[in-house]
């Protein structure tokens, strides 16, 4: 954020500086120094943050994976019980398994619930996060006027319906043209609609194919 955008911020939310601090207002620089301060904080906050976010999904999928894991073993282990329950047909043993048997399956189905709920919270955290990845860097070089990237960003979501896709080990939000969020936000901010939402109706850096 340059100073001029700061002392505009400031200015916009009704704090009054001048340049010598004269009755009683804030100096610009120390103003400006301030919020670059506060600015820098919480950046490093927000990446301490995201590495913190990192860390929890890992754990998160190795949960999960031990989970399903132990779900496998359930099934089998069902298999086995429902195996050997036609086998006997003395009446005592086929009571036994039969109450075998339905404690397994209970069991089982409590457990996959825990696994089917932890696994769709994880997967729509990570889902999400990527998303919200994949705008920021497509988005990065735009300047847009003030407010309206927010408006920018639903337009091109509500125009597009995106599938996730998994190629070569990487998650992609892929839409019904099989176009990726980058190259649809892309066109959208060279269309004549799209200008609408930027500074001088035209990108500080060109792009081509996607690539700064």
């Known amino acids: 954020m340059t100073r001029e955008e700061i002392l505009k911020l400031l200015a916009s939310l009704g704090i009054k500086v001048t340049a010598d601090g004269a009755d009683g207002t804030m ?3 120390d103003a400006v120094k301030l919020v670059e301060d506060q600015f820098k904080a919480s950046n490093l906050g927000l990446i301490q943050n995201r590495d913190s976010l990192l860390a929890e999904n890992k754990t998160q999928k190795d949960k999960i994976t031990a989970l399903e894991t132990a779900a496998t073993d359930l099934i089998k282990k069902i298999s086995d019980l ?25 069991k089982f189905e409590q457990d996959l619930v825990s696994v089917t709920a932890d696994r769709d919270k994880y997967r729509d955290s990570h889902y999400a996060r990527i998303k919200e ?46 176009k990726d969020i980058g190259a649809v936000l892309h066109e959208l901010s060279l269309s004549k609609e799209g200008k609408h939402y930027i500074k001088n109706g035209k990108l500080i850096i060109s792009i081509e194919r996607g690539n700064p």
């Open 27 to 29: 100096k610009e620089d």
């Open 82 to 106: 429902d195996s050997q329950l036609k086998k006997n047909d003395p009446e005592a043993r086929k009571i036994h398994y039969e109450n075998e048997l339905a404690k397994e399956k209970a």
């Open 133 to 178: 990845e994949a705008i920021n860097d497509a988005l990065q070089k735009i300047d847009f006027v003030d407010g309206l990237r927010d408006g920018f960003v639903s337009l091109a979501m509500m125009r597009n319906k995106f599938d996730v896709i998994e190629v070569d080990g990487k998650t992609q939000f892929i839409n019904q043209d099989k």
